[in-house]
């Protein structure tokens, strides 16, 4: 069994950034892919980012291309998810997730892929 708590979150203005952590329990979770997701109130719950177990690979969706980057340290079970140039749409409850699967695809942009899920940490950004 996987826990994983996310922190991080926090108010800003449109512009700055951020950097999430998503430290995971277990001596498994550096083999685990990792994802990032986000919930706005009244949406669905959509993509931002994933990455292999080794942070060798990672896949983001169009909306934080270039703005957002996942990295990974595996010694410390920890995924961080780095969000520069926030925008007031970039506003939301952010999970992190694993996943136990052996191999990283573009499954990995799709939520039921996971195994286990955080519980979020929330940010909000001004304008």
């Known amino acids: 069994q996987v826990q994983l708590v996310e922190s991080g979150g926090g108010l800003v203005q449109a512009g700055d950034s951020l950097r999430l952590s998503c430290a995971g329990s277990g001596r498994t979770f550096s083999s685990y892919n990792t994802g990032w997701f986000r919930q706005a109130p009244g949406k669905e719950r959509e993509f931002v980012g994933a990455?292999?177990?080794?942070?060798?690979?990672?896949y983001y969706a169009d909306s934080v291309k270039g703005r957002f980057t996942i990295s990974k340290d595996n010694a410390k079970n920890t995924v961080y998810l780095q969000m520069n140039s926030l925008k007031p749409e970039d506003t939301a409850l952010y999970y992190c997730?694993?996943?136990?699967?052996?191999?990283?695809?573009?499954?990995?942009?799709?939520?039921?892929?996971?195994?286990?899920w955080g519980q979020g940490t929330q940010v909000t950004v001004s304008s």
């Open positions: 997730a694993a996943d136990r699967g052996r191999t990283f695809s573009s499954r990995n942009r799709y939520a039921g892929t996971y195994d286990y």
């Open positions: 990455a292999s177990w080794s942070g060798g690979t990672t």
